[in-house]
């Protein structure tokens, strides 16, 4: 008990099992992604005040952790802003003071289904696939307005923001399109993609993302690729079809662009991470199903940082695996062979 005491007031925390760290490609290969630790809880993010840890120990007071995380955004080194759909909430990691807390409600409304989160500036977007809608918050959860869809939308999820035009990109997965709205006067200013298999036609779409170079980058899940767009929304290429070699896609959600132009898709179904370069070719494959540190389950959303570092939602395992991209500018990814 003595031990424990000194713990909380100092801030030490007792000894723990040392937690595994895989790399990719493995050795003897030189290391080009890291998994950096498992992220459940604040504490594995920041360290709480001597104080902090004190009361929670004296209180029996239990840290908020992660239940079923689904998509994850990242406010430079303050914030961790993760939906989470068994929670009923976007759950918000404070780094600067190492508290966590929950968005349960939205202007009196509850959520229901929270999918999708992006940071906007000074902002937030949620999307709420069950209630219809797409938020516009402040951090701390307070309603700063509602975009809204001249139609409504159909089923709202993945969101994306471009600061360098102020656009925010919402993926209305039953319309199979993807809405582009000015976020200062929240108006629609277009919209582009319908249902099929063709260049630019969607089935089902679920994630997108803004590309350092301004391309949009969409999930089009149940056409088993991921399809790349210029800021105006004109196709370009697509990634990846249905199959299950490398380069090949089942299930993609997530997807990512780190700053040195790789493309990062999550595939839920087989529980791993594909990364490609710049033009689309199949580059590495990380993870696998299971449970222990580069294992996922069910993996979700992916984002990636100021300083790629990779955030990727394995849902099943109800934690955030954080990864680094370990390369340096201009350095390219050894590709693995199909």
């Given amino acids: 008990m003595l031990a424990v005491l000194i713990s909380a007031i100092t801030g030490c925390a007792p000894a723990t099992i040392e937690e595994a760290h895989p790399v990719w490609p493995p050795p003897p290969a030189e290391a080009r992604i890291l998994h950096l630790k498992n992220v459940r809880s604040i504490s594995d993010l920041a360290k709480p005040s001597a104080f902090d840890g004190f009361i929670q120990m004296l209180t029996g007071g239990r840290q908020l952790a992660l239940l079923r995380p689904h998509d994850a955004a990242v406010w430079a080194d303050r914030y961790l802003f993760v939906t989470d759909q068994e929670q009923q909430a976007v759950v918000v990691f404070n780094l600067k003071t190492a508290k966590a807390s929950l968005i349960t409600q939205v202007g009196g409304t509850f959520l229901v289904s929270p999918v999708g989160v992006a940071v906007c500036g000074e902002w937030i977007a949620v999307s709420d696939s069950a209630l219809n809608r797409v938020y516009l918050l402040t951090p701390k959860g307070k309603l700063i307005k509602t975009i809204v869809k001249p139609e409504g939308f159909a089923r709202p999820t993945g969101l994306a923001y471009d600061s360098a035009t102020g656009l925010l990109y919402v993926v209305d997965t039953l319309a199979n399109e993807v809405c582009v709205f ?157």
């Avoid at 036609?201 to 980058?217: D, K, L």
């Avoid at 099943?316 to 050894?334: C, S």
């Fill in 182 to 338: 000015n976020l200062s006067s929240g108006e629609m200013v277009r919209r582009f993609g319908s249902r099929g298999q063709g260049r630019g036609q969607f089935n089902f779409p679920t994630h997108v993302c803004v590309g350092p170079a301004g391309r949009i980058y969409v999930t089009d899940s149940l056409n088993f690729r991921v399809q790349v767009f210029d800021g105006q929304g004109n196709y370009l290429f697509h990634i990846g079809q249905l199959g299950d070699a490398s380069g090949h896609l089942a299930v993609p959600k997530g997807v990512g662009v780190d700053s040195q132009g790789h493309i990062y898709v999550v595939d839920s179904y087989f529980s791993r991470i594909q990364i490609f370069n710049a033009n689309g070719v199949f580059l590495l494959a990380i993870g696998e199903p299971g449970e222990d540190s580069g294992g996922f389950q069910v993996p979700a959303g992916l984002t990636i940082d100021s300083r790629n570092r990779i955030y990727v939602c394995d849902s099943y395992n109800e934690r955030i695996q954080l990864l680094q991209f370990a390369g340096v500018p201009d350095d390219e990814i050894p590709s693995e062979s199909p």
